[in-house]
């Protein structure tokens, strides 16, 4: 049973900065890869950043130059560093580990962007 656990959400200003954080139970190398991904309201899903079990890490253009994917493997833990926050990046955002055709979900926490 794989269980992720999101955190790290809250109200931000524009401009600002808040760090996720997704706590996986066991280890993180099992999976092929993990990622967050975001639904904004009436929105569908939309890909943010993922980080493959060897390191690569791809990027939704919205998110490139601003957020950063990593991770920690002792505490088996994947972060994502959001920058230079925009009301467009309103959303909840979830985290995602995948073993090959099989994905898993955290419950995601709600990021809010606002003056």
């Known amino acids: 049973q794989v269980q992720l656990v999101e955190s790290g959400g809250g109200l931000v200003q524009p401009g600002g900065s808040l760090r996720l954080s997704c706590a996986a139970s066991?280890?993180?190398?099992?999976?092929?890869?993990l990622g967050w991904y975001r639904q904004a309201p009436r929105k569908p899903r939309e890909l943010v950043a993922t980080?493959?079990?060897?390191?690569?890490?791809n990027y939704a253009d919205s998110a490139k130059g601003r957020f950063t994917i990593s991770r920690d493997i002792a505490n088996n833990t994947v972060y994502l560093q959001m920058n230079s926050l925009k009301p467009d990046d309103t959303a909840v955002y979830y985290c995602?580990?995948?073993?090959?055709?099989?994905?898993?979900w955290g419950k995601g926490t709600l990021v809010t962007v606002s003056s």
């Open positions: 066991g280890s993180i190398f099992r999976f092929n890869a």
């Open positions: 980080l493959t079990n060897g390191g690569s890490t």
């Open positions: 995602n580990a995948r073993v090959f055709s099989v994905s898993y």
